[in-house]
């Protein structure tokens, strides 16, 4: 599908789902079987990389441009499944990014208390995007990105959809699709959706 990218008067593909939750959502992330590399630097995640039909990032410019409606508000929702076939949700009122100039600043509000996930978010709102050039994580002598792959690092995270593909131990402690409130450091998903609608 294509769709209107925010207040820009262009045009892009995006990924519907029309199923979960009542459908409506705009797919930004999907991890299913590690076939891309999110090991990727700023201009990478700035316009998106891989395929809808498979693992994707959509982008931070459209996420930003999709996200700054000043008349409309977002949900936004996370969908995660572990190895031992465990399913969470999580699911918040109210989302979006800021633009490149302010590194891309997460902002994300009103978690649900029926999701199952756990708030693994509640500690990146507010925070800007980091890859291993661009370091704006709050730590003094340490770089999450370089560590643990882009995210909007705090200190550095609860929660990574851009970690390592795979399961723990093959894959290292905090370096896989991490959502630690619910699951702690080791376990790691093998199928994670982040997707937004209009409220």
């Known amino acids: 599908m294509s769709t209107d990218v925010g207040n820009d008067t262009s045009y892009t593909d995006v990924y519907c789902d029309m199923v979960t939750d009542g459908g409506g959502w ?15 630097e700023w201009e990478d995640f700035k316009v998106g990389f891989g395929v809808l039909n498979g693992e994707f990032y959509a982008g931070n410019e459209i996420v930003h441009q999709l996200t700054v409606d000043d ?11 572990a190895y031992d076939n465990e399913s ?23 978690y649900l208390s029926n999701s199952t996930a756990g708030d693994s978010l509640i500690k990146h709102d507010g925070m800007m995007f980091s890859t291993a050039s661009h370091d704006n994580d709050i730590m003094d002598n340490v770089n ?17 959809l851009f970690g390592l593909y795979g399961e723990y131990p093959t894959i290292p402690e905090n370096k896989g699709i991490k959502w630690e ?3 702690g450091r080791n376990k790691f998903a093998k199928y994670a959706t982040m997707m937004i609608r209009p409220n």
């Open 71 to 81: 008349n409309r508000s977002y949900s936004l929702r996370v969908d995660l499944e």
């Open 26 to 40: 705009t797919v930004l992330v999907r991890r299913l079987d590690g076939s891309v590399n999110f090991t990727k």
């Open 144 to 160: 999450c990105a370089a560590l643990y792959r882009p995210w909007w690092h705090k200190h550095c995270f609860l929660s990574s």
């Open 88 to 110: 969470v949700f999580a699911f918040y009122t109210d989302f979006f990014i800021g633009p490149e100039s302010d590194n891309y600043r997460f902002h994300v509000h009103g």
């Open 181 to 183: 409130n619910n699951w």
